[in-house]
């Protein structure tokens, strides 16, 4: 899956799109300095059992370590595989 990626001043996301449709989107607000907080995630049915969600996830932490920020998951789908994903923890806003 191609995850794409879009930014602007206070708020942003990682998402899969197909055509005009965006099939799978986790968003973010920027909390200032280096911490963004992952608002939502949200993913079609088409994509549903394609650990979508989690790829999502696991960009953000990508982006995160690239750019040394911290992210605070407020979205209980993002918490709960940072909860299982120790390897993630790491860019966690302690």
């Known amino acids: 899956m191609d995850i794409q990626f879009e930014e602007g001043e ?3 996301a990682f998402y899969i ?3 005009d ?3 799978a989107e986790m968003t973010f607000s920027k909390a200032g300095g280096n911490i963004f907080i992952i608002d939502s995630t949200r ?3 088409a994509l ?5 969600g989690k790829q999502l996830v696991e960009a953000a932490v990508k ?3 690239t ?5 605070i998951p407020l979205c209980p789908f993002a918490k709960s595989v940072f909860e ?5 923890q790491d860019v966690l806003n302690q």
């Open 43 to 45: 993913v079609d049915d």
């Open 48 to 52: 549903r059992g394609k650990n979508a």
């Open 21 to 23: 449709k965006r099939f």
């Open 67 to 71: 750019h040394q920020y911290k992210i």
């Open 84 to 88: 299982k994903v120790k390897d993630f």
């Open 10 to 12: 206070t708020k942003g």
């Open 63 to 65: 982006h995160a370590r």
């Open 17 to 19: 799109k197909e055509g």
